[in-house]
């Protein structure tokens, strides 16, 4: 952070300048902390400098002026460790509901090896709280890239080269305004073995935790004139083995498949998605009463598998999207074979070129016969 690279003057000081703006700047209802690496211990003891992190101002309502002091203490000492400063950030986050997000400022990989940052991120990640952490790097190298690319890809979050002052202050704003921005939080539910047995869940967004290769059960009602349309993802918070797949299936409480929604790849992913949609026809109202709604039977199933020096619990982290909405008119807007109202325009076609057809062949029939005679 000594080195003076960064608009002439040095990472320290363009990162304490940032944070200044980005304090001056930040929207009241944000609650913010600081918490330093590799600021406090200048000796060589590894030992001692890969446990170099501390609460520089604990997460609460900010006080601007005692924020910028705390920051204007800040002294770089050579040591980066990263994966225990996440592990303390986590711990100061850690409690409620609201939007979580660490941002991650570094000119340097780690160097506190073998504790691996990527892996640390991983781990919060599958604690399923909610957690995104966002890298910057100033004027970093490939490998301090690559390790800040894989932290923010295990959360969700972003990875930004900087290389100015201006962007720094602009995209440690940005991420703080993000924060502040209201989120729908999921709501926690566990599928079953099977459909009998499947939680009934509205229109909404839910966390769940699906072992490597298992299928979990969800219920839905659908009444007649509307179209479910549900989404999965499934998130690979640690390393899997390079073949994977998704599946979203819709079932009647008989076990008759009514529509799926599938995604497979092959290399390195964070999260994979499949969808589906289901518009049921509208129906009548018989003697006054109207139509009972259809349970449909969602099944969600993943097709992951780890190494076997990866551990393999708790489950793969679900994300699944639920919502009904009015359906379109079956009898005029859904397709026939697929086509919705260009049905007529095909089948006019096909009796157009059947009649031309036939026309065709008794012109080239007569021209035989006259030429015979």
Same mark, same amino acid.
């Given at each position: 952070?000594?080195?003076?690279?960064?608009?002439?003057?040095?990472?320290? @000081?363009?990162?304490?300048?940032?944070?200044?703006?980005?304090?001056?700047?930040?929207?009241?209802?944000?609650?913010?902390?600081?918490?330093?690496?590799?600021?406090?211990?200048?000796?060589?003891?590894?030992?001692?400098?890969?446990?170099?992190?501390?609460?520089?101002?604990?997460?609460?309502?900010?006080?601007?002026?005692?924020? !910028?002091?705390?920051?204007?203490?800040?002294?770089?000492?050579?040591?980066?460790?990263?994966?225990?400063?996440?592990?303390?950030?986590?711990?100061?986050?850690?409690?409620?509901?609201?939007?979580?997000?660490?941002?991650?400022?570094?000119?340097?990989?780690?160097?506190?090896?073998?504790?691996?940052?990527?892996?640390?991120?991983?781990?919060?990640?599958?604690?399923?709280?909610?957690?995104?952490?966002?890298?910057?790097?100033?004027?970093?190298?490939?490998?301090?890239?690559?390790?800040?690319?894989?932290?923010?890809?295990?959360?969700?979050?972003?990875?930004?080269?900087?290389?100015?002052?201006?962007?720094?202050?602009?995209?440690?704003?940005?991420?703080?305004?993000?924060?502040?921005?209201?989120?729908?939080?999921?709501?926690?539910?566990?599928? @079953?073995?099977?459909?009998?047995?499947?939680?009934?869940?509205?229109?909404?967004?839910?966390?769940?935790?699906? !072992?490597?290769?298992?299928?979990?059960?969800?219920?839905?009602?659908?009444?007649?004139?509307?179209?479910?349309?549900?989404?999965?993802?499934?998130?690979?918070?640690? @390393?899997?083995?390079?073949?994977?797949?998704?599946?979203?299936?819709?079932?009647? +409480?008989?076990?008759?498949?009514?529509?799926?929604?599938?995604? @497979?790849?092959?290399?390195?992913?964070?999260?994979?998605?499949?969808?589906?949609?289901?518009?049921?026809?509208?129906?009548?109202?018989?003697?006054?009463? !109207?139509?009972?709604?259809?349970?449909?039977?969602?099944?969600?199933?993943?097709?992951?598998?780890?190494?076997?020096?990866?551990?393999?619990?708790?489950?793969?982290?679900?994300?699944?999207?639920?919502?009904?909405?009015?359906?379109?008119? +079956?009898?005029?807007?859904?397709?026939?074979?697929?086509?919705?109202?260009?049905?007529?325009?095909?089948?006019?076609?096909?009796?157009?070129?059947?009649?031309?057809?036939?026309?065709?062949?008794?012109?080239?029939?007569?021209?035989?016969?006259?030429?015979?005679?």
């Amino acid at each position: 952070m000594r080195a003076r690279d960064i608009d002439g003057q040095s990472r320290m @000081a363009a990162a304490k300048q940032a944070f200044n703006e980005v304090l001056d700047a930040v929207p009241q209802e944000v609650e913010l902390g600081i918490r330093t690496l590799g600021a406090n211990y200048p000796g060589k003891d590894t030992a001692v400098g890969c446990k170099d992190t501390r609460q520089l101002y604990p997460v609460g309502p900010l006080d601007r002026t005692e924020a !910028k002091t705390a920051v204007a203490t800040l002294v770089p000492t050579g040591w980066t460790p990263i994966g225990p400063a996440l592990l303390g950030a986590a711990e100061d986050l850690d409690g409620g509901d609201a939007t979580r997000r660490i941002v991650l400022i570094t000119d340097g990989e780690d160097t506190c090896a073998p504790l691996d940052p990527c892996e640390v991120a991983r781990e919060i990640a599958a604690r399923g709280i909610h957690l995104t952490i966002d890298t910057l790097g100033l004027v970093p190298d490939a490998k301090t890239r690559r390790q800040l690319t894989c932290i923010a890809e295990a959360t969700g979050g972003t990875y930004t080269s900087v290389r100015h002052t201006d962007e720094l202050s602009g995209r440690v704003k940005q991420l703080v305004d993000r924060a502040a921005d209201p989120v729908v939080t999921p709501v926690a539910t566990e599928g @079953a073995a099977r459909c009998a047995d499947a939680p009934q869940i509205k229109p909404g967004l839910y966390s769940d935790r699906e !072992k490597f290769s298992e299928h979990r059960w969800y219920r839905v009602d659908v009444l007649p004139g509307q179209e479910l349309r549900a989404s999965v993802s499934v998130a690979a918070d640690r @390393a899997v083995d390079r073949d994977y797949a998704v599946l979203l299936r819709a079932v009647t +409480m008989r076990g008759r498949e009514i529509v799926r929604g599938s995604e @497979a790849g092959d290399g390195r992913t964070d999260v994979i998605s499949a969808g589906l949609r289901y518009p049921k026809p509208p129906a009548d109202d018989v003697d006054g009463v !109207k139509p009972a709604a259809e349970t449909v039977c969602l099944q969600v199933g993943n097709a992951f598998s780890a190494p076997d020096s990866v551990q393999t619990t708790p489950g793969l982290p679900v994300e699944l999207t639920v919502d009904l909405v009015d359906s379109p008119d +079956m009898a005029s807007d859904v397709a026939a074979f697929g086509l919705g109202r260009g049905w007529w325009l095909l089948v006019t076609l096909v009796l157009t070129g059947l009649v031309a057809g036939l026309l065709w062949g008794w012109i080239s029939r007569l021209r035989v016969v006259r030429r015979t005679n």
